[in-house]
C-alpha cells in the first residue's frame, strides 16, 4: 500500500524547492488549507438551514445565520489574520482590500487575493462550489502597510495559486509554478491527502463549456465557434460554477467559454479572484487561458481590484481553435466617417 502524503508533509518538503524560501508562503498554503476544512464543514451543512436557521435569522445557540459565501469569506479572512503570514488580502466580497494589522503580520512579503465561494447561487441546490485564490509578493516595502498596487499585479507574478472544490468529495489542487497537484479530503482523519500528482491537462477533450442560454447576445465569430463545437458533437456540460467547469476540464480536457454579452461587456469573471489564479492553474498543467481580444490573460494590466475579463480557457489545441475562428471571423470594424 502507498503511504499516505498529507499537504502539511508535501508542503512542507517543496519548500526545500526554493532554496531561500522563510516558510511564509508554506505557512499561507497551510492557512488556506486550514480555512477550506472549516468551509467544507460549513458546506456540507448547507441543506440543513431549515434546521439551522435561515440567513438573517438566529440559530439555537443565539447566533446570526450568516449567507455561506459571508461566512467563507470570514473564515478565510480569520485563518490568515490568526497565522500572521500575509499582510493583507482582497476578496470578491469585499469592496476594498484589507490590510492585516501591522503587529501580526510580521512584516510579510505576501498578499492573497481570493473568490471565497464562487458558484454560491449553486449551494441551495447541493451542486458543487468552491474557494479559488491566489498569492502575490508585494511590491511595497515590508516595513510599512499593504497598498493596493501590491494586489494590482499581472498574474504572471503568481507565486502560487489553486482552488477548492467542495463536491462529492472535497479536492484542493494547487500550484507554486512547478506543477499541479491535487489532494482529497479524507473526512476520516480530517487531512488533505495527495490524491493527484503532476495533474496534465489533456490537449484536446470532448467537452465544451459555456452558457449557452445566452448564444445571441453573444459576438458572431462566438457563436461560429459555439456552433462548430456542438457540429462536432463536443458534449456540452455548464455546472455555472467556474471551479466546477475547470476541474472536469483539468482532468478530462476541453474549453470553458465566458464571453462578453450586453450585461457583461467586459465579460463576467473577475481577472483577480477567478481569471487570474485558473489561468495560472490550468497553464501549469500544460492549457491555455486568454480573453476573447485574443490576450493572454496572465499578461493582462489589473487597473482595478474588481476588473472584470472575458475568458476562453482549457486544453491547449482547442483554445488554439478557437482563436483561429475567431481570427477568421471576426468583423473588422467599418470607420463610418
Ligand atoms: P460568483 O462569483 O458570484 O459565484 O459568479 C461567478 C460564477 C462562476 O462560477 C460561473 O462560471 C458563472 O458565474 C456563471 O454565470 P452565469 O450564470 O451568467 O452563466
Ligand atoms: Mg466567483
Request: a negative charge; hydrophobic letters at 35%; aromatic letters at 10%.
Amino acid at each position: 500500500m502507498n503511504r499516505i502524503v498529507t499537504l502539511d508533509e508535501f508542503i512542507i518538503h517543496r519548500q526545500k524547492d526554493f532554496p531561500f524560501a522563510s516558510g511564509e508562503l508554506t505557512g499561507l498554503l497551510r492557512d488556506i488549507g486550514v480555512a477550506a476544512k472549516i468551509v467544507n464543514r460549513e458546506v456540507n451543512k448547507a441543506g440543513l438551514v431549515s434546521i439551522l436557521g435561515v440567513e438573517g435569522s438566529e440559530n439555537t445557540h443565539g447566533e446570526q445565520v450568516q449567507k455561506l459565501d459571508l461566512y467563507a469569506n470570514d473564515k478565510l479572512i480569520d485563518c490568515l489574520k490568526n497565522s500572521g503570514e500575509c499582510c493583507g488580502i482582497a476578496s470578491e466580497e469585499n469592496e476594498d482590500f484589507v490590510q492585516m494589522p501591522m503587529l501580526e503580520s510580521k512584516n510579510s512579503k505576501y498578499v492573497v487575493v481570493f473568490d471565497p465561494l464562487d458558484g454560491s447561487s449553486n449551494i441551495d441546490v447541493n451542486v458543487s462550489v468552491g474557494t479559488i485564490f491566489g498569492i502575490y509578493r508585494r511590491k511595497s516595502d515590508s516595513s510599512g502597510p499593504c497598498e493596493l498596487g501590491d494586489f494590482l499585479q499581472k498574474g504572471t507574478e503568481l507565486v502560487a495559486a489553486g482552488y477548492v472544490i467542495y463536491g462529492t468529495s472535497t479536492i484542493l489542487v494547487y500550484t507554486t509554478g512547478r506543477g499541479v497537484n491535487g489532494f482529497t479530503l479524507d473526512p476520516s482523519i480530517g487531512e488533505f491527502c495527495l490524491s493527484h500528482r503532476d495533474i496534465k491537462i489533456p490537449n484536446r477533450g470532448g467537452y465544451y463549456s459555456v452558457n449557452q442560454g445566452y448564444y445571441l447576445k453573444f459576438d458572431v465569430e462566438m457563436r461560429r465557434y459555439i456552433d462548430y463545437c456542438s457540429d462536432m458533437n463536443l458534449r456540452l456540460r455548464y455546472i455555472g460554477s467556474m471551479v466546477s467547469d475547470i476541474h472536469r476540464i483539468l482532468f478530462q480536457g476541453g474549453i470553458f467559454l465566458y464571453p462578453n454579452t450586453r450585461k457583461y461587456p467586459q465579460g463576467k469573471l473577475r481577472v483577480l479572484y477567478e481569471c487570474n489564479p485558473l489561468s495560472y492553474v490550468v497553464e501549469q498543467a500544460g492549457g491555455k487561458a486568454i480573453n476573447t481580444q485574443l490576450n493572454r490573460i496572465l499578461e493582462m494590466d489589473v487597473t482595478d481590484l474588481h476588473m472584470r475579463s472575458t475568458i476562453v480557457i482549457g486544453s491547449p489545441d482547442m483554445v488554439d481553435e478557437m482563436k483561429e475562428f475567431v481570427e477568421r471571423y471576426s468583423v473588422p470594424s467599418v470607420n463610418i466617417g
